[in-house]
């Protein structure tokens, strides 16, 4: 009981180890914004990135790190290419516009076309597995 084992092909192994977003998350956190780390950005990093950092903190990253032209909003050329790293780029452009119109649709609450900073609160809050998925386990 408790000791059932899987194997995984390398296939699924070298989608398990990489993040899509290792790049944005280490430029989330440096100084710099270019992803040179001082010691303690480092420890910052890790810091949110703990199991027991609370909500807002989680989402404040977060929010960082899915807002690639740094303007301060999720619009929709950044969910495109949240969308192109999480799916390795396998949907058609139909498909990803799409799902970008939907997400801005449901989740623009003030309706300016893009996700400020409230707007992405209120859409995780709806999500109960974040703070269990925005972590590293150590």
């Excluded at 303690?40 to 977060?62: G, H, I, Q, T």
């Excluded at 050329?77 to 801005?104: G, M, N, Y």
């Excluded at 609450?109 to 925005?134: N, Q, R, V, Y």
């Amino acid at each position: 009981m408790g000791n059932k084992q899987t194997i995984f092909t390398e296939e699924q192994l070298d989608n398990y180890q990489e993040n899509p977003f290792k790049e944005r998350i280490v430029e989330s956190f440096s100084e710099d914004g270019e992803g040179n780390l001082t010691f303690n950005d480092f420890v910052d990093m890790f810091s949110v990135l703990c199991e027991s950092a609370p909500r807002d903190l989680k989402a404040s990253y977060a929010f960082k790190i899915y807002d690639f032209n740094t303007d301060n909003f999720i619009c929709k050329e950044d969910l495109e290419l949240t969308l192109a790293r999480l799916t390795k780029s396998e949907l058609d452009e139909d498909e990803v516009v799409l799902v970008c119109d939907k997400v801005i649709e449901e989740a623009d609450l003030d309706g300016d076309g893009k996700l400020g900073f409230s707007d992405f609160e209120d859409m995780i809050a709806k999500a109960p597995d974040f703070l269990s998925t925005f972590h590293v386990r150590i």
